[in-house]
């Protein structure tokens, strides 16, 4: 069983900034994707950024130019640099991987909270 382990949420203003990590308990190279998604109170799950085990990258257009994901296969990690925070940022973000085969394969963390509030 994968396990996918989120830290560095937390509380920030607007403008601020946080780096979200998640630690995988395999080689992030055997997903053919990770990213990160987030719920908002009282709104579904969307997502947030992706990247593909070929470095291919993807944005909401609401994180564009504010986000960046980025990896360290050595550490089997991947994150999420969070600049410009705002209050609608709000959220609980989780990691998530997947890999396509015979038998498709779908890993959630267990979330970590992000509130942008003065």
């Known amino acids: 069983q994968v396990q996918l382990v989120e830290s560095g949420g937390g509380l920030v203003q607007p403008g601020g900034s946080l780096r979200l990590s998640c630690a995988a308990s395999r080689s992030i190279f055997s997903f053919n994707a990770m990213g990160w998604h987030r719920r908002a109170p009282g709104k579904e799950r969307k997502l947030v950024a992706a990247?593909?085990?070929?470095?291919?990258?993807d944005y909401a257009d609401s994180v564009k130019d504010r986000f960046t994901i980025s990896r360290d296969a050595a550490k089997n990690m991947v994150y999420l640099q969070m600049n410009s925070l705002r209050p609608e940022d709000t959220a609980v973000y989780y990691c998530?991987?997947?890999?396509?085969?015979?038998?498709?394969?779908?890993?959630w963390g267990q979330g970590t909270q992000v509130t942008v509030s003065s």
């Open positions: 998530n991987a997947n890999k396509n085969g015979p038998r498709f394969e779908n890993y």
């Open positions: 990247i593909t085990s070929g470095g291919s990258t």
